[in-house]
C-alpha cells in the first residue's frame, strides 16, 4: 500500500469517525420507528448487494454492500429506542 493510499484511508476513517458522532444527535430526534426502517434497509441493502457482488464479481456492488452496512450500523441499537419509549 502506497502513502497516499493510507492517507486517504485515515482520512475516510476519521471524516466516517465525525459523521457518526454528529449522527447520533440527529438520529436521536427522528421518530423510532423510521429509524428502525432505515436500520432494516441498510442491513437488507448490505444483503443484497453482498449476494450481487458474490454472484456477479462487479465492483458496483460491493459499494453497494459497504452503503448498506454503513447504514445498518449507524442506526444498529437505536431501533431499540421504540421499545425504551413504550415502557
Known amino acids: 500500500m502506497s502513502l497516499t493510499s493510507f492517507l486517504i484511508l485515515i482520512a475516510v476513517f476519521i471524516a466516517l469517525m465525525f459523521i457518526y458522532k454528529r449522527a447520533d444527535k440527529a438520529i436521536k430526534k427522528m421518530d423510532p420507528k423510521i429509524v428502525k ?48 419509549q413504550k415502557q
Open 37 to 84: 426502517k432505515l436500520n432494516w434497509v441498510g442491513f437488507v441493502i448490505g444483503i443484497i448487494g453482498g449476494i450481487a457482488w458474490y454472484l456477479f464479481h462487479n465492483g458496483i456492488y460491493m459499494l453497494i454492500t459497504l452503503a448498506g452496512v454503513l447504514i445498518y450500523f449507524l442506526f444498529y441499537g437505536y431501533d431499540k429506542m421504540e421499545e425504551e
